[in-house]
């Protein structure tokens, strides 16, 4: 803090565009209009496409480190997992194979689909925190990261038994040539769905935490825990809380990376939720802005790779890009300069 | 300085006469204590195979093969408990260290890399720790300055990485193919075979666990490794008594990746094959697994833990399907136990976890710190505010 106190420039529109902390989005919003005039409209929306699936992802991880610090390793298999409960739901529940007839029951079988979706992955991840962290809360902090990558074999395990080690295909509800055409650019509605989705649940949820009296509760818990249970917030309860709001989140993503790409597989999981992983640090751990800013900033930089005829090192180039930040600016892109904490 | 952990460290209570002095007796000359103890266990272990229920899996000749395999990852892990264990610094890309090991061995001792003329094993184990060494250091200063958890990030994303270049670079590493032909070891025109007898090798790996495990013990009692435990338990309370805590980090950082760097070296040696799925992040987060139920920082411990992991996940699991299959019990013989290799890894992990955080084999440390944090849920006497809530 005092370091910004130090460092306050006398220039009144620098000093107001530091307050709004204005700098991150602009930063964001150029990389996304650089893409755009780089490599075309259609790559932006893929980016944009996504860049929203990770930063669904990136809640999970954010919120839960925010609140118990812990690195959630599992967190990209309830990802997965999530995709799986989605096909299983709108195969065998719902009786779907392929895309559905007409919007209405498109949008009605993928809302019940998200629905159900979203509240089994909820399930499953506090029972994840009730039994895997939740006895190991005041252990070494390295226990709890171990059960975590041994709840990640677990589910990938189960998974792998019951549909097999190869890709699945899964029903795509809206079909990818279902298009609407702006100008000579054609973008799918399956991408321009799941972009309006994943923002209204990143604003939904910012409201959340902002405005309700959970939120507030989850936002002392994570500020000081002890705190916040000498004022009678219910320390369990919001945790729990936590989880089933960032499992659901995931689940959310799980079901509409299957409707976007058409095929899942159990491996899907740990390269989503390291990238994913990587886009909350790269926000700002525990910020959820920033975890839905270094989300698209990991779908800019993926697509600009794959783009660039080097689709073999997108990986390698989000790693670059969270190495770099880490080192640059280790507080992520809206952190709060943490002090060193033990 | 006698104070140290043992194989036996079991509470002294009980037997205190002739156990006592044997544990004096080894705590003054540990190097000693540790080769002997090596030699004796590594003579017993194909004894031991000889005998049944274990004649009965396989022959001797394998068991000793899977020794060596396993005796690979216990290199492994005592490397990783030098950086997790002592330092308390989380690394999660461990692998990357043994695949530049590796890859250091393959390309200097085959026909698609340099393929140095004459007995490149020897020289190699040395330089193979030395490039280790030089990308740890690489990854390390810039990174080290970072939080705990961020410094676990990072690692986990170079150990991606790592596999990914050797991958895509096909002109230095082959890509998927992976470099074959490596050259194995010889000692005076004798060169190591590679299938039918497994005991050069055998003995290599054990002369290298005693080597590594002295110089590892050696520093832990050095004024390295006491700043090394003094960064863990408290990194500024450290700093603040005058430890450089950037150059010591990074020394833990270089020093494991040495060891890394030797194990990759003796595993491309072995497989006389590399190939960069061999060094995927399940490498990782295994070493991780027995660093952490072997009983972090606590070197015996970690080693046994290794072999023991090592032993159920690659020779145990495969066995029960012999075992269930043999005395034709009711439903266990369909089961097919390598499908639920991971499930049942996983469930390990969680159960040790939840039932013995401090791992298998704890340091003394380790144990006091963990009971020192239960008394303190349980009420400080000081704090007039102790009741929790709940």
Known sequence: MTSTALSVSQNPFVEAFRRQRLGPYLFVLALGLGVFFVFGPEQFVNAMTKGAIYALIALGYTMVYGIIELINFAHGDVFMVGAFVSLFVLTNVLGQQGPAADPLVMLGIIGIDILVTGAVMGIIGVTIERFAYRPLRNAPRLAPLITAIGVSFILQNIIQIIYGPSPVNTPQIIPPTARVQIGDVSIGWINIFIISVSIALMIGLQAFVGRTKIGRAMRATAQDREAAQLMGVNINRTIAVTFFIGSALAGVAGVVQGLYLGNISFTLGFQAGLKAFTAAVLGGIGNIAGAALGGFVIGFVEVSAAASGLAVWSQAAVFAVLIITLVFRPSGLLGQQLGERA | ?390
């Open chain 2, 1 to 390: 300085m006698t104070g140290a952990q043992q194989p036996s460290n079991a509470p002294a209570a009980s037997g205190r006469g002739a156990r006592a002095a044997a544990s004096d007796f080894a705590g003054r000359h540990r190097s000693m204590t540790i080769i002997v103890g090596l030699a004796v266990i590594a003579s017993i272990l194909p004894l031991i195979v000889t005998l049944p229920p274990f004649s009965s899996f396989s022959p001797q000749v394998i068991w000793i093969d899977g020794f060596t395999n396993a005796g690979v990852f216990v290199l492994l892990a005592m490397g990783l408990n030098i950086v997790v264990g002592m330092s308390g610094l989380l690394d999660l890309g461990y692998a990357a260290f043994f695949a530049i090991g590796a890859y250091t061995m393959a390309y200097a001792g085959s026909p698609f890399g340099a393929d140095f003329p004459g007995n490149v094993f020897w020289p190699m184990l040395l330089i193979g720790a030395a490039v280790a060494m030089v990308f740890g250091i690489l990854l390390g200063a810039p990174t080290l300055r970072l939080r705990g958890d961020y410094l676990a990030i990072v690692t986990l994303g170079f150990g991606e990485i790592v596999p990914l270049v050797i991958l895509n670079s096909s002109k230095f590493t082959d890509g998927p193919n992976g470099i074959g032909g490596i050259a194995a070891p010889e000692i005076l025109d004798f060169v190591f075979p590679t299938v039918g007898n497994p005991w050069p090798f055998y003995v290599t790996m054990v002369a290298l666990i005693a080597i590594a495990m002295i110089l590892i013990y050696r520093l832990q009692d050095s004024r390295l490794g006491r700043a090394w435990s003094s960064i863990r338990e408290d990194e500024l309370a450290a700093a603040a008594n005058g430890v450089n805590t950037v150059t010591t980090k990074l020394l833990a950082f270089a020093l494991g990746a040495s060891v890394a760097g030797v194990a990759g070296v003796f595993q491309s040696a072995k497989l006389t094959l590399v190939s960069p799925n061999l060094f995927r992040f399940d490498v990782s987060f295994t070493v991780l697994a027995m660093v952490v139920l072997g009983g972090m920082g606590n070197i015996w411990g970690v080693a046994v833990g290794a072999f023991v992991i090592f032993l159920i996940q690659n020779v145990f699991l495969k066995q029960l399907n012999i075992f269930f299959d043999a005395v034709q019990m009711p439903f266990f013989k369909d089961v097919d136990f390598l499908q639920y290799q991971f499930l049942l890894y996983g469930i390990a992990l969680v159960a040790m976890m939840l039932l013995r955080p401090e791992g298998l084999f704890p340091s003394r440390r380790r144990r006091r710190e963990l009971h020192t944090s239960e008394d303190a849920e349980f009420g400080e006497h000081g704090d007039p505010l102790g009741a929790s809530p709940e």
